[in-house]
């Protein structure tokens, strides 16, 4: 039976790659991101390469609390209890030097862009949430080795390996499992602006295992198994899926 999903910063990257993947499912997918007209396209994309997609965009800053009901209202029009909601939204906070303040920024903005748009997202919808169903939150191989700037990012996704863990212990007695995705570098996603310099991305690729960068579709793959009945008694973990590039922790 067809199940609603929502996948946020679903319209670029490795949202826009799990949306698909949950689309060639045959569920229903609700796609959220900011920026309207990038939303559009995707789900336009969605539309002309998966037959049958049902798929539907919804502009929403996931950061702000104001978005949590006008998320609720649009999942009660569905009549649907939500099967999985898997919050990719994030971004990575522009360095802005070594001040005091503006350390402070940044990992002010670190946190506001990758922590609060998944606790409003996973925090609107739980009373919505279907029993058995799944939420995946998205960490990165950055919680484990540091990021650059002054580590607001990656200290931002690990603050999200916490609240994965309380998730999993408050919702487990409803049947829903809750896990992070902690991806390695993974090409062609808007993440670097588009412009990752040449010699970074080698060393990336190189400090694999399988000597390649990941895809959008490889991570999009452990989101489905996560919200799928196989996957059902994988819970409270961090699942790293970055080619060898760090071993397992
Ligand atoms: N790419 C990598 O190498 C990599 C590695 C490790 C972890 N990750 C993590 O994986 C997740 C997806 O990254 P990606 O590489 O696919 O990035 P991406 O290509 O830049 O896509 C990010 C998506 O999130 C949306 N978004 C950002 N902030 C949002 C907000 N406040 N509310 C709603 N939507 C928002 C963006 O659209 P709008 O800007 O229009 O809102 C876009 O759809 C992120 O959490 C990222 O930190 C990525």
Known sequence: MSRLIVVTGASAGIGKATAKRFA?????????????????????????????????????DMSEAASADVLRDRIRATGLPVGGLLCCAGSVPSPGGR???????????????????????VEALIPLMADGGSIVLYSSIAAYRGSSGTGGYGA??????????????????????????????????????????????????????????????????LGLYLCSAAGGYVTSQILQ?????????
């Not at 090409?187 to 400090?207: C, K, Y």
Request: hydrophobic fraction near 45%; aromatic fraction near 4%; charged fraction near 20%.
């Open 99 to 121: 001040e005091v303040t503006q350390v402070l920024t940044e990992w002010q903005e670190a946190y506001r862009s990758n922590v609060l748009p998944s606790v409003v997202a």
């Open 241 to 249: 899926i970055n080619g060898g590039a760090l071993h397992g922790v």
């Open 156 to 221: 931002a996704k690990a603050a999200l390996h916490s609240y994965v863990h309380v998730l999993a212990t408050r919702l487990g007695p409803r049947g829903i499992s809750v896990n992070a995705i902690a991806p390695g570098y993974v090409a062609g996603t808007d993440l670097f602006g588009g412009v990752l310099p040449a010699a970074r991305e080698s060393r990336l690729i190189r400090q694999t295992a399988l000597k390649r960068a990941g895809e959008p579709a490889d991570i999009a793959e």
């Open 24 to 60: 060639e499912n045959k569920d229903k997918v609700l796609l959220v991101a900011r920026g309207e007209q990038r939303l559009r396209r995707a789900v336009e994309e969605l539309a002309a390469s998966v037959p049958g997609a049902d798929v539907e965009p919804l502009a929403l």
